[in-house]
């Protein structure tokens, strides 16, 4: 499984970076020149912030060379970045640490150490973290190989419309199958990823599984994936 793309991190950059209007953070400047690709004014803000220890500015200098923007691309000092922000109790830079040593890529690969840092993130709701503890209990990696333990997070990534999650979920599921509420879950998950995900539609398993599956099967997971849709509909709603 591919770590965060480096595109899509430095998506997430700009996305990460909450700016306040009531009450004015000190890396405010600094997001608002990310918000306009001026990474080297960026930089220059976040330095001294960071020397500081302020757990924001750690993250998203590691952020910076994770995505390499206003840096060369560099995932040893992004990890180490990550890293600083992370011992602080830094959300987002325990699940991005997680992620680099769930990879290898600027560390040395840790199945145990990253499953570590996904923990909190993941029991405090991230998708992303609970995606990735997931995976590492299907896989047995970090873990004991545990199909129940691996249905039950990447069933909180999915709720939260995590597409790699629904894929993920509806093959474990598939693969599971004790029984027929296992096969109706796999169908409704498996083409719920493909409707929202384009790249889940080209590797979704959903033709295989909609094969082995009664026309009251997928009855009842087109019900239930209506249901997830209302859901979601609510919830966007009352935001």
């Known amino acids: 499984m591919r770590r965060i793309a480096p595109l899509l991190a430095a998506y997430l950059l700009l996305l990460a970076v909450p700016l306040s209007p009531s009450l004015a953070a000190p890396t405010d400047k600094a997001a ?4 306009k690709g001026d990474f080297k004014t960026a930089l220059e803000e976040l330095g001294p912030l960071a020397a500081k220890n302020d757990p924001q500015a750690q993250f998203l200098i590691g952020m910076m060379y994770d995505a390499g923007k ?15 922000a992370a011992r602080q109790n830094h959300p987002l830079a325990q699940v991005y640490l997680g992620a680099l040593l769930y990879s290898g890529q ?11 840092w996904f923990q909190t993130p993941a029991d405090n709701g991230d998708d992303l973290a609970q995606f990735y503890l997931g995976v590492m209990y299907a896989r047995g990696e970090g873990f004991q190989q545990d199909e129940s333990r691996a249905i039950e997070w990447l069933t909180k990534s999915a709720a939260q419309r995590n597409t790699r999650a629904m894929g993920m979920l509806a093959t474990t599921l598939f693969s599971r199958r004790r029984d027929d509420q296992d096969l109706v879950d796999a169908y409704a998950w498996s083409h719920l990823a493909a409707e929202l995900d384009p790249i889940q539609a080209t590797t979704s398993a959903r033709a295989v599984i909609g094969k082995y599956c009664s026309a009251e099967q997928k009855k009842q997971g087109k019900a239930l994936m209506a249901q997830w849709k209302r859901k979601w509909s609510s919830t966007t709603a009352g935001q």
Do not use: I, L, T
């Open 32 to 35: 608002r020149a990310m918000q």
């Open 106 to 116: 600027g560390v040395k690969q840790d199945f145990a150490e990253a499953a570590r």
């Open 70 to 84: 206003g840096v060369a691309q560099d995932p040893a000092v992004a990890a180490s970045w990550y890293r600083k």
